[in-house]
C-alpha cells in the first residue's frame, strides 16, 4: 500500500503564506510527478502546480508567481509553499503522486485533503 499523508494547511490574512506538506510512504519502488491539486464546492478538481520527475514545474495561470513547488526525493516528499494569498485561494487542495510501487504497479495516489482558508 502507498499512502499519501499532507499537512500544513490552515487559516492565512489575505497576503499571507502557508506552505503544504505532502509525505508518500508505503511499497514504494518509484515515484514520478508529484502535485498539488485544489477543488472547489461543486468545482472540478484542478492542478494548482506539479512536479515531474526530472522534468519543469508547471504552475496553473492563477498561482504562477505566488507559489513554488518544490520535493525533496529522499523524503519521498512534495512541498507547496503559497505566498501573497487571496480569499479566492480559499478551498481545499490535494496532493497528488503517480507512484511506481514495489511490485510494479505505475498508479496515481491522492492524499486526504487540506483546508486552506484566507480570510481576515
Known amino acids: 500500500q502507498v499512502q499519501l499523508v499532507e499537512s500544513g494547511g490552515g487559516l492565512a490574512q489575505p497576503g499571507g503564506s502557508l506552505r503544504l506538506s505532502c509525505a508518500a510512504s508505503?511499497?514504494?519502488?518509484?515515484?514520478?510527478?508529484m502535485g498539488w491539486y485544489r477543488q472547489a464546492p461543486g468545482k472540478q478538481r484542478e492542478l494548482v502546480a506539479s512536479?515531474?520527475?526530472?522534468?519543469?514545474?508547471n504552475y496553473a495561470d492563477s498561482v504562477k508567481g505566488r507559489f513554488t513547488i518544490s520535493r525533496d526525493n529522499a523524503k519521498n516528499t512534495v512541498y507547496l509553499q503559497m505566498n501573497t494569498l487571496k480569499p479566492e485561494d480559499t478551498t481545499v487542495y490535494y496532493c497528488?503522486?503517480?507512484?511506481?510501487?514495489?511490485?510494479?504497479?505505475?498508479?496515481?495516489?491522492w492524499g486526504q485533503g487540506t483546508q486552506v482558508t484566507v480570510s481576515s
Open positions: 508505503g511499497n514504494i519502488f518509484r515515484i514520478h510527478a
Open positions: 497528488n503522486a503517480v507512484i511506481t510501487t514495489s511490485r510494479g504497479i505505475l498508479n496515481g495516489y
Open positions: 512536479s515531474p520527475s526530472g522534468g519543469s514545474t
